[in-house]
């Protein structure tokens, strides 16, 4: 359970509000907001530690070690950051294609993970939230009321992910933390009794997976004031894309667009990023605001992860997923309620939609390739010329991962920087603390737990890992203050860090 | 034809050829005595500890002492386990050892040996932290001496087999270090065909063959498919070599 205790300030009239810690959001952070002498929310920033010990960690390591130790970063995608620097790896040791068989098992690990984590997002961080309602007191939104009032929907949570670690663990060769992809490959190919085993679940999962589609896009229906209220702001949108501009999880090349679905850099290699992105640093952050270079730092930020990918992609390439995408950008989701025409969506909210669409997505893709032969056999790595550098980017479930690497002659790694989706979402996020905050805290008197769940909810919605993107192998509080207009804390909310 | 001589383990009669190291004698009985500083095609040289067993009540190392006739020997009593789990431990505390991310983790003895003591948990000594620099100056080989446990196999691989003393013991007692016969392995004319670079010759992660890390899928790796010393106690006498 949480606890909040409440210390009024000094001063009425200006304030800043703290919450912490935001309970389910994958570590912690901190929220301040900032309110003018009427009471009036003029800004609210989510504050996370940044905290580099990783990019130092890995000086002078082998390059080989790299997709094994990067995993430590992370307890939620760690396969995203092994697959990531194992694509960096490979564009070191010279190889721009993998064979087939490693491809593919590669890919396999990748919609096992994206599978496993957005469900486990869903069911177990989001769905309380939706099942309950955000001003549903903290005791009742969490996973064990769930389980006690729809046990269906929760036994279909637990076993879809559980499906989705099981492919994780046959092509990585644990649940968590394996070591499948080497530099320029795989270590294995699927066994034909693994593949036996996977692939006659696989309808089960995908009607399931359906069923999880129709119950967001059935609540998201039947709140329209709810999406088009809630944390609704229009946003440029980054993602990798197939070149074709199917959406594409695994590898591609990058594509931005603004609000309205217009281009803003097409193709970019990823070897490239660096011509099109910026991160600035800004005094009350440790965590930088990446921005797309071209529309400098005040109009180039942008959002990542799979409301960003549904609105960057043309189209997905398997069908069922395709059918709800057309499903989802026919949702009245402008900012007004209106139909926005080109089907681009900026609700907040409708992340979770995006995120169930992209479940859709995986088992479809998983179901094809446990039906291909080349996942049972054939070369299993490449090699090529060695080089010094090494960029690579995956959509990781939450958006966007970055690795960049340089290797000495000895194979020894000598500089490494790793831009995280919870990084390329960090002004959009404190877009979303605003504007969640002076919709509905602006002058207030009372700050209910409801209301600060609001905040929380909207946070939720972009899956930020906190300490993935901060680096950090610990935890870090999170808190939410009210600032007056000199700056002076006068309010502050603390909970305690206990679990819900 | 040598003399047949017989003695006891734990108990168990067992048969051997006078001049057998009890390790010998044991290893082709089908019991297993722990050991870290001795493998098949070395000379044995006692040095790790970990084969320690009491002789007629006298602690010796198993691999250099000779079997007696008629002699009592301990080894899997509860005093002599918890002196080899001590002597791991210490191994443990003495270098870096993060096994979830080394490239040994499965195929290491070590690490093995761990496991098949039971230690499981933190010994109540400091953790020495030693900041050793990793040479990669070779093309096919890299020293990671942060997991050496100065077992000394790489000295007689080197010097009894390959005939080329690439490596020696320098310092000593708590500054003993495994040295090179250069500034830098590069300028050794050490080959990555040499046995001492041999899969099994090094114990642990310390003696890196390159680009192989983790080529080996999790669930083929050694030790993950079997525990230490089960070929030997299955009668398969080299538990260094792996299955056909
Ligand atoms: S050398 Fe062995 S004990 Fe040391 S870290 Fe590697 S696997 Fe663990
Ligand atoms: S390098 Fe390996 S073989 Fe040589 S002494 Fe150290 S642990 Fe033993």
Partial sequence: MTERTIQPGKTPGNRVLEIDPLTRVEGHGKVTIHLDADNQVSEARLHIVEFRGFERFIQGRLLWE????????????????????????????????????????????????????????????????????????????????????????????????????????????????????????????LSQETRDALLPRIDTIQAWAEGAVDLIRDYCQAHPEQIAHFANFPSNAMSLLREDGAMEL?????YAVDTEGQPIFSAVAPADFNQYLMEEVRSWSYMKFPFIR?????QGWYRVGPLARMNTARFISTPAAQKRLLEYRHLNGGANGET??????????????????????????????????????????????????????IEAPRGSLFHHYRVDKNDQITYCNLIVSTTHNNSAMNRAVTEVAQRHLSGQKNITEGLLNHIEVAVRAYDPCLSCATHALGQ????????????????QFTRDSGHA | MSRRIHF??????????????????????????????????????????VCVVKLNGHTVAACTQPAEDRAHIESDTHEIRSYRRDLVRMLFHEGNHLCPVCEASGQCELQAMAYRLGISQDAPYPYLQPVRPLDASHPDIALDTNRCILCGRCIRASRDVDGKHLFEYVGRGIHKRIGISAATLAETDATIDDYAFSAGVCPVGCIIRKHEGYEVPIDERRFNKQVIGSRIEAKLLDDNEEEA
Avoid at chain 1, 250 to 254: A, N, R, S, T, V
Wanted: hydrophobic fraction near 40%; aromatic fraction near 4%.
């Fill in chain 1, 66 to 189: 790299v997709p094994v130790i990067v995993q430590r970063l992370c307890g939620i995608c760690p396969v995203s950051h092994h697959l990531c620097a194992a694509k960096a790896m490979d564009q070191i040791v010279g190889v721009d294609q993998l064979p087939p068989t490693a491809e593919k098992m590669r890919r396999l690990m990748h919609y096992g993970q994206i599978l496993q984590s957005n469900v486990l997002h869903f069911f177990h961080l989001a769905s309380p939230d939706l099942l309950f309602g955000f001003d549903a007191p903290a005791r009742q939104r969490n996973i064990f009321e769930v389980i006690k009032k729809n046990p269906e929907l929760a036994r279909q949570g637990v076993l879809m992910r559980q499906f989705g670690q099981e492919i994780i663990e046959a092509t990585a060769g644990k649940k968590i933390h394996g070591t499948g992809a080497i530099p320029g490959g795989i270590n294995k190919a």
């Fill in chain 1, 476 to 491: 870090m509080p999170l808190q939410v203050a009210m600032v007056d207009a000199t700056g002076k804390t006068i309010q």
């Fill in chain 1, 294 to 298: 071209s529309l400098g730092s005040e």
């Fill in chain 1, 250 to 254: 695994y590898d591609g090349k990058l």
């Fill in chain 2, 8 to 49: 006891t383990v734990d108990g168990q009669s067992v048969e051997a050829d006078d001049g057998q190291s009890i390790m010998e004698a044991c290893d082709a009985a089908g019991i297993y005595i722990p050991r870290l500083c001795d493998a098949e095609a070395l000379v044995p040289q006692g040095s790790c500890r």
């Fill in chain 1, 340 to 393: 926005n025409g080109k089907g681009m969506q900026h609700a907040s909210l409708l992340y979770h939609w995006a995120r169930m669409i992209e479940v859709l997505h995986c088992v479809e893709q998983i179901h094809r390739l446990l039906e291909d032969p080349d996942i049972l056999s054939g070369e299993l790595r490449a090699k090529g010329e060695r080089r010094e550098e090494g960029i690579a980017i």
